[in-house]
């Protein structure tokens, strides 16, 4: 179904930016589990919005509240459903959006889906305030990964084509994820990260948005987990990151770069180390034939710029089937990239996870 | 699971590079069409190896023979059922493969899988002769989508970095899709087909090989269908795409180019042509917020230089924990992404059709 | 997933029995449905407790909130999600039947599947509570059946072994079902109601619990509906209908009794009325080959009685090893069939709807 | 999908009763596992026709044909394909079948759903032939659950109201399995059996036909297996089991008798045996709560009587929309119950290693 992601865990996601609540439902956890929900806090405040310039104004209070699914704080067996108020709305500012949909958003598409009774108010089903239960769900996995020795974590990588310092493709270890999360603006040159930051704010005063590129990494990640054809990691992964709004493009390893490359150049040898058997490079992003290698997993998504700006925009009426200028009003990140990094993470541990548990 | 893909029809894959046979289950198509054997025999021609100096050596006769599924040449709401027969294969060239895992390919992983029991010859299941069973489901569906009005079609977009011309994203139509498919190398212009084809006899002659980027557009599909997050058409294309050997990126319209744009370049303008929406440009590839604009679907993929490459390669012997040269003697494309086209075209029209009925 | 059902239309229940609220996400509805509430609450209010002398003493208050997919009352395409308080427990009650196992219940099988960490208190995840957010579920899928002239109905056919009289398998109408279901003690036969609240009422003062069956109906469904093999309708309703607490068999149309028939006398002869092809008898349940009839659909489900008696039981510690005598202290219905017969009906509506949307 | 059935393991059925060939193909089974050909072989006979007076005087070469999926004799990971050709089939039979449907088959209800395209050819893709390649698939099932210590045995329970002793339910083993599939009549008491044989020799003699019952048991099967709610063994069984043809009631331990006992009664109280937690008796088939018990598990199955019978049967001409006499000319058994046992066996099987491999 279009909200639920996962085979061995279930993570369903439900909500509208201004319905009463937000949240999600994650069928198959392990039992026995103690949930450390300051974590969980923490985790969901690195996607908050309000807390830099380059986010929208609009401030939420992302609490989660547990429904069912603990016991005494521990995982119990049950389905753990979980949701988050939604508070802090303008329903008004979107009214007149219902007529005119606004480029680059879903408001025309879904218009069609839905035969005009979607919710409009703040992107409804299709507003980046749903990633917020799916990086709850996401937190609980990332603390059952850690658990078994799995870390992942993911950066900026680029912002309007200002590239971050990548990770080491072969020597990525926990320590520099957390490094890296850790930080207000998720970067490893903070030199970058400056100059990033400056095009988002150039962007905000022409009334504009940019676009940008994360990166991530799970690291400890066992070898021969996944599946060969349709339900390899790549694709497991695939189907849930291209969830993530704005997502464009996708690649594992050296990716499109792979394509230029030759075959002596692209294949990772493989070698020992301490009698494990490693790959020398790792352009194949820790995964072959669907299946871990036992490397680092590596992938790098692609982020298009805010659809929302401030500048008139050409549109449509759709009702009286004319043109017609669109102004919006509300209030829009210039770049999602930086509050989208915990949402990355959070869908491929969701993945991850579930593809541990199968194994 | 594995090896099937789709949700209102299924298609299962079968079979080992040299098992009796490979072969494809289709559950759920709809009853009453009539299929074109000759069709679907000419598009398997297409990905057939041995025509072309850039293709292996191995000649394939990729005669699909119905089992189920058919009653008076037409579909009769079984499942339909075909095999492909194994026959020239030469196993004895693979057998020392077991303990010293190619670079670049499942070996090493499809032993930790599966246990050392994974059938090695030609690569098992991983093997890209599982394509042919994948493009003779694809070419049914491609049959139902043109009834329906629907026309999918791909080409070489690049090889080795020699990029040939792209698809118009706004005015490609059926024309366009049939005239660079009936082509033997698959390219818009030809000057840049000539210049990928030396590339390619370069990389042989080097006892090496090359990648490269397919592009794919799907015409006349309807606007409005598709489902958020996690079953958008994106995700779906994607679960699909990642299946195909090689593939290691994957980018809607724009793709990773949106990344470097602003908002106000990559947001498509609305405006209306004969009473239709349409949009200016075509940077979102079709599909916003999962479902489809009406406007081409656009997507690129990126495919790795064959790893199978002639020249001594740094492996390791598994059971004796120590470093080893490796040469491959087998017969394989030095680059494989011309043979691909009809594969990427087959999946993303299984893809489709599925999308399609269950609106 | 354990806790999910449905294809087109997928419902997840969520909750335990002591938990903070119990609850269900309903993805995949039709957009622009205007749910009536008051119905809803009325068909809540069917199975909700604490209304006859066959009852648990307990109250629940069942006020459904919803918490999302619906935007001026209509559903928007987003997945319905609702929750229901849980106000009244008392869970001190339970703490004691986590070392000692209640026969008939799934205390011991919750117990080794989930490693002591289930929520014992009011049986968790397990308990009969659980069927109030399958009612809503089920509720709002009755709404949709109903506008698309499909009517769902159900009746207690016999408890302790009182039978009350059957449907007519060929001739119920919606009337027969509306009439039904608007008792306090839904029979057909009053008559025979008396005697089976005699039956509970001896068995309540016995200390003990008793067990029946429910009859229930579809009316209107449309011929045609269905797939063969593992897919039809009969085992989409088997995978729904052994999920309600306490069912133990299940037949269709003439079920158990058709293995003593003749074909002759079993086989439904086909006619013609007004042009439509009906069946002279029924014995089919109005499906053949997994597949619709046209004729009103129909099925037996058999209710064990109310594992939780008052009586002292034998049992063991599982921490002690060594048996022990069980005295459960909480409020149970000496009989649950009653206030199970929503709980049928929804089950079924919920997987009527899922394949009518299907079609 | 309609001809799959499973999540960890997924079987897959293909064909018409008149098409090339039917079979299956099994995909996720562990690799590694040595398969008994010989065994397999045995298992297939057991269903197989034309052995006794009580079956169809079809011949059918049951050979399977392994196309994919194993390796020098052990699965390795790829999908199991397998296939049986049709050979002695008399397509002439049916064709007059396509505008009058038999009564109690499917003729009428394909016809609706494929729209006439159904192939008509020997009941198409719903003959019980289809249930070959599910008994090849349970005859692998079968082999891997005896490498875990589960055995799964069944007999034919009554036919036309005839009893047979049924299975002991607490203290079944697999030798009491063993002894009555080993049987060309499978049933526990020959006296009995000998009784069955006599009313399908009547029936026969009476050109009609009789239905049955038949008992399966699980023993071995290990505690703690199964999810509550939806996904629990009895939905799972339920699920596989209404796929066999015919089939048209199921019940799990005591069953619809259940129904009319007391709590008291039906309850199976715990105790202990050599440190293992038991049940006294075994009312609840070796489920509660959709999980096992440890003890055995047990459900009894309604077969209605074969509907193809000698004798004219009333039906209607669909193109003139007029009654007529119908007289069906093929070969069909009196009664499928005896043949179904191993079918039974297979679809259990399928289940509990489905649910095992998930554990």
Redesign the interface.
């Known amino acids: 179904?279009?909200?639920?992601?996962g085979k061995?865990i279930?993570v369903?996601?439900?909500?509208?930016s201004h319905?009463?609540?937000?949240?999600a439902?994650i069928?198959?956890l392990p039992?026995?589990f103690a949930v450390d929900m300051e974590k969980v806090r923490a985790f969901l405040a690195r996607r908050a919005p309000g807390r830099a310039a380059y986010a929208t104004a609009r401030r939420e209070a992302d609490e989660p509240?547990?429904?069912?699914?603990?016991?005494e704080g521990?995982?119990?067996?049950?389905?753990?459903?979980m949701?988050i108020g939604n508070g802090d709305t303008r329903s008004k500012d979107y009214e007149k959006l219902r007529d005119v949909?606004r480029?680059?958003?879903?408001d025309?598409?879904?218009n069609?889906?839905?035969?005009?009774?979607?919710?409009?108010?703040g992107g409804?089903?299709?507003s980046g305030r749903?990633t917020a239960p799916l990086c709850f769900a996401g937190a609980i996995c990332l603390q059952m990964l850690e658990q078994r020795g799995v870390f992942v974590g993911a950066h900026i990588a680029?912002v309007?084509?200002v590239a971050d310092a990548p990770f080491d493709p072969v020597r990525v270890c926990p320590a520099d994820l957390q490094a890296v999360s850790a930080k207000p603006f998720a970067v490893i040159d903070d030199a970058a990260g400056a100059a990033m930051q400056e095009k988002i704010a150039q962007?905000k005063a022409?009334l504009?948005?940019?676009?940008?590129?994360i990166e991530c990494a799970a690291v400890g990640f066992p070898?021969?987990?996944?599946?060969?054809?349709?339900?390899?990691l790549?694709?497991?992964l695939?189907?849930?990151l291209?969830?993530i709004?704005a997502?464009?493009?996708?690649?594992?390893?050296?990716?499109?770069a792979?394509?230029?490359?030759?075959?002596?150049?692209?294949?990772?040898?493989?070698?020992?180390e301490e009698?494990r058997?490693l790959?020398?490079t790792n352009?194949?992003?820790g995964?072959?034939?669907?299946?871990?290698?036992g490397m680092p997993l590596l992938f790098h998504l692609?982020?298009?710029?805010?659809?929302?700006?401030a500048?008139a925009?050409?549109?449509?009426s759709?009702s009286r089937?004319?043109?017609e200028k669109l102004e919006i009003t509300g209030r829009h990140d210039p770049c999602i990239v930086p509050r989208a990094v915990p949402v990355v993470e959070a869908a491929a541990a969701i993945v991850l996870l579930d593809a541990l548990l199968?194994a």
């Open positions: 179904m279009s909200s639920q992601i061995n279930t369903s996601i439900f909500g509208q319905s009463q609540a937000i949240g439902v069928d198959g039992a026995g509240i547990i429904l069912s699914g603990l016991a521990k995982t119990c067996g049950a389905p753990l459903a949701l949909p480029p680059g958003h879903a025309f598409t879904a069609l889906r839905y035969g005009g009774f979607q919710d409009v108010r409804g089903h299709f749903l680029s309007a084509g962007a022409d504009d948005s940019v676009g940008g590129t070898a021969g987990i996944g599946d060969p054809m349709f339900d390899g790549e694709n497991r695939a189907a849930a291209f969830g709004p997502v464009k493009g996708l690649e594992f390893g050296a990716g499109f792979a394509a230029e490359m030759r075959g002596s150049q692209n294949n990772d040898p493989f070698l020992l009698g058997v790959t020398k352009h194949a992003g995964i072959l034939g669907g299946i871990s290698t692609a982020f298009k710029p805010t659809p929302s700006i500048r925009q050409d549109s449509v759709l089937k004319k043109p199968g």
